[in-house]
């Protein structure tokens, strides 16, 4: 009952994925990144713990395909699993188990990987994926999310979504450079875009506390003149 898709930034080498389900909390489940190693988007019968195996991989060198193949190798019910990656390098890869749930769907190209189940057009995770390919001009955060913007007004999945999230690494921290999750609404993208029209004005100074504090501007509160 999800769809999803992970990029990569070619200019600045930033990492990231978004996925929405009718299920609630996605976000915590569904993707995960590492900074200068890769995005994995792991669904449809949820195995969390694949995602450590496929990032371990990438983490040892392997491409986006090899860390597809790890997961599969790892899985007991391989049938049951939608996976996707992308790597350090721009490299993609999807897979789709045969049990995978109603109208599904993959897409996968340099840069971006894009997977969707119990869709409500099978043609969502294409759309998707060179929906965020014609922008390269734009952030990866607001690619991401225009990628997905372009899956709901498609149809979506068949059920009513109810949860989203949206992850991004930069090459050049190890921490999270936007982390933002609508863990359940009756309209999880509208609630997200608004997250995201207040956080992403101020990502950037949240990242330079952190790494050059002495440079980072005034938090804007009280106390703090």
């Known amino acids: 009952m999800t769809f999803s898709v992970a990029g990569r930034c070619a200019k600045t080498g930033a ?15 569904c993707a995960w990144v590492k900074s200068d190693v890769g995005a994995i988007l792991t669904q449809n019968v949820t195995d969390p713990r694949l995602a450590d195996i496929g990032i371990g991989t ?6 986006a395909e090899s860390a597809i193949r790890t997961m599969k190798a790892a899985s007991e019910y391989p049938e049951f699993r939608q996976l996707a990656v992308v790597d350090r390098n721009g490299s993609s890869s999807v897979f789709t ?3 995978a749930l109603g ?11 894009s997977i ?15 929906r965020f390919l014609e922008l390269s001009n734009l952030s990866l955060p ?6 997905i913007e372009c899956g709901f007004n498609m149809g979506g999945e068949l059920d009513q979504e109810h949860s989203i999230g949206l992850l ?11 982390d933002l999750r609508v863990d359940y609404s009756d309209d999880p993208l509208g609630d997200l875009k608004k997250l995201w029209e207040i956080y992403g004005p101020q990502a950037k100074d949240y990242k330079t506390r952190a790494i050059e504090p002495e440079l980072a501007p005034s ?7």
Request: proline content about 4%; aromatic content about 10%; overall charge negative.
């Open 219 to 225: 938090y804007g509160v009280k106390g703090d003149e």
């Open 168 to 178: 991004v690494y930069h090459s050049d921290a190890s921490f999270a450079f936007v």
């Open 116 to 130: 969707g189940n119990l869709l409500s057009d099978p043609a969502i995770p294409t759309a998707m994926g060179q």
């Open 103 to 113: 109208t599904n769907g993959e897409f996968y190209a340099q840069d971006v990987a």
């Open 142 to 147: 607001e690619r991401l999310i225009a990628a």
């Open 97 to 99: 188990g045969e049990r």
């Open 15 to 29: 990492l990231g994925a978004i996925v929405t389900s009718s299920s609630p909390s996605v976000g915590a489940r």
């Open 58 to 63: 990438l983490h040892q060198g392997y491409d």
